[in-house]
């Protein structure tokens, strides 16, 4: 699978943006699909999941609220909608496919296919 992640850019705190990831390869619909982050300096870090039929989704508590996750598997996409930007969102945002069955959502070792991330700046 590969996994193209867009829809990055600098917007000012308190916009929104919405990434995109789409797949090529394999369809995307038997897999739960993740974002994480990673900020200059700091280890990649969980930011959303949904499950791979979509009615399930889990968030980090840094984004809860503000971010929201869905997928499109007809398109073979998965979206991040993110609203009420702060300036602590700034990080490049990986979106990934969770090839392990387990719970563990947040785990990055779970996920065996990352797209190349899209830069994600947020200005004060």
């Known amino acids: 699978v590969q996994l193209q992640a867009s829809g990055g850019g600098l917007v000012q705190a308190g916009g929104s943006l919405r990434l995109s990831c789409a797949a090529s390869g394999r369809t995307l619909s038997t897999y739960a699909m993740g974002w994480f982050r990673q900020a200059p300096g700091k280890e990649r870090e969980f930011v959303a999941a949904?499950?791979?039929?979509?009615?399930?989704?889990y968030y980090s508590e840094s984004v809860k609220g503000r971010f929201t996750i869905s997928r499109d598997n007809a398109k073979n996409t998965v979206y991040l909608q993110m609203n009420s930007l702060k300036p602590d969102d700034t990080a490049v945002y990986y979106c990934?496919?969770?090839?392990?069955?387990?719970?563990?959502?947040?785990?990055?070792?779970?996920?065996?296919?990352w797209g190349q991330g899209t830069q994600v700046t947020v200005s004060s």
């Open positions: 949904i499950s791979w039929h979509g009615t399930s989704t």
């Open positions: 990934a496919a969770k090839t392990v069955a387990t719970a563990r959502y947040s785990d990055t070792r779970v996920y065996g296919y």
